[in-house]
Nanobody
Framework: QVELVESGGGLVQSGGSLRLSCATS????????MGWYRQAPGKQRELVAF???????NYVDAVKGRFTISRDIAKKTVYLHMNSLKPEDTAVYYC?????WGQGTQVTVSS
């Protein structure tokens, strides 16, 4: 059973930064893809960024240049560094690992 534990959400002003963390119970070098999704009120869950087992990051256009996905293999943790946050980034952010979901963490960006 895979366990994903997220942390790091909160309330921040527009232009601010947050770092989300997702700790997995699985060794990262055995995971093909791991990523972050988000779901805003009244909207569908959408992909934000993912990182392959090679370490290659990928981003959706809406966050390119502002968000960075990274990982710490020793800590079995994937991070989402979010800079220049905008009110439209407000959502519940979910960690995803090949069919498994974290519990979600709320990010609220005030204008």
């Amino acid at each position: 059973q895979v366990e994903l534990v997220e942390s790091g959400g909160g309330l921040v002003q527009s232009g601010g930064s947050l770092r989300l963390s997702c700790a997995t119970s699985t060794p990262l070098n055995s995971i093909k893809v791991m990523g972050w999704y988000r779901q805003a009120p009244g909207k569908q869950r959408e992909l934000v960024a993912f990182i392959r087992d090679s370490g290659e990051p990928n981003y959706v256009d809406a966050v390119k240049g502002r968000f960075t996905i990274s990982r710490d293999i020793a800590k079995k943790t994937v991070y989402l560094h979010m800079n220049s946050l905008k009110p439209e980034d407000t959502a519940v952010y979910y960690c995803w690992q090949q069919g498994y979901w974290g519990q979600g963490t709320q990010v609220t960006v005030s204008s």
